[in-house]
């Protein structure tokens, strides 16, 4: 820019001089060098302008890049979901609150009815040492979970000898162990259901693409793009919710298959205790 300046000036004078066809003056060199001079500054100024506005720009432009991508991300959720269909979409979801809420509340109980059974185990053998049974049955009905209870159920039939008290407490093994199970079909049946209310979309919407074809009398691309769309989405959704519900149903029953062996563990070894009591007495 500074030198496209300078060279129009210096045309100009040489213009001017080639027709006046007389010399310059040290008054016209001066004036000519103080023209440039002046043409070279403006020319700079503008160029350090120019730079400051697109600076400026882009930095305005790398500040609204993250405001512009989370709003971008939440709009694009309830999009897609009201794009998906409220009437299937919504029962996706209320399958997915319901399925957590009850895989909450199974998890929050598994963790309770975890008990430490060589902990509790010491006790009860203090207690029979100490107190005999009525002194263990004591222990177990002030400790929580279903290894106390199979304990306290026991116990209760010590003086009936050993093979009553194996029965009893594979008894109440089995009553605890269906406790500990009672929800999870309710989160295996929304497992199941959330894919086939998914699929059922797919069906719909592609029953709606072709009836849309059929009543313009031929295949437009904008026609079938919203069925299709519509059947994508809350197939998604089902699947989304399905694999959700399907990582909590895996704990817990990984949490029920924990406890239930400790359980057994613990049942053996009250029947020893009990066996080493009756032998000592």
């Known amino acids: 820019m500074k030198k496209l300046f300078s060279l129009l ?13 007389q ?4 008054e016209d060199s001066v004036a000519m060098a103080d023209s440039i001079a002046a043409a070279e500054e403006a020319a700079a100024q503008q160029q350090a302008e120019e730079e400051a506005a697109a600076k400026a720009k ?10 512009a991508q989370d709003q971008t991300t939440h709009e694009a959720i309830k999009e897609k979901f009201i794009e998906g269909g409220w009437d299937f979409m919504s029962l996706v979801l209320i399958c997915l609150i319901i399925g957590l809420a009850v895989a909450i509340e199974r998890i929050i109980v598994l963790n309770l009815a975890s008990t430490n059974k060589d902990k509790l185990l010491a006790k009860v053998e203090d207690a029979l040492r100490e107190g005999g049974v ?31 008290v194996e029965k009893t407490v594979m008894s109440a093994g089995s009553v605890e162990m269906s406790k500990l199970e009672k929800g999870l079909i309710w989160i295996s049946l929304f497992i199941a259901l959330a894919p086939m209310l998914g699929f059922m979309g797919t ?3 592609m029953i709606g693409a072709f009836d849309a074809i059929q009543a313009a009398g031929d295949i437009q691309p904008s026609l079938v793009a919203g069925g299709i769309k519509v059947a994508l989405l809350t197939t998604v959704g089902g699947l989304i919710v399905a694999v959700i519900l399907q990582i909590f149903y895996n704990y817990c029953v990984s949490k029920i298959d924990s406890i239930v062996t400790d359980m057994e563990d613990a049942s053996i070894s009250l029947i020893d205790l009990l066996m080493k009591h009756d032998l000592s007495k």
């Open 9 to 21: 000036a210096l045309i100009c004078f040489f213009a001017i001089g080639t027709v006046q066809a």
């Open 23 to 26: 010399p310059l003056t040290p």
């Open 58 to 67: 882009a930095d305005a432009e790398a500040a609204a890049v993250p405001v």
């Open 134 to 164: 009525t002194r263990a049955q004591e222990v177990c009905a002030a400790t929580r979970g279903p290894i106390a209870d199979i304990f306290a159920q026991g116990l209760m039939s010590a003086n009936r000898g050993i093979e009553i």
């Open 203 to 205: 069906v719909i919407g």
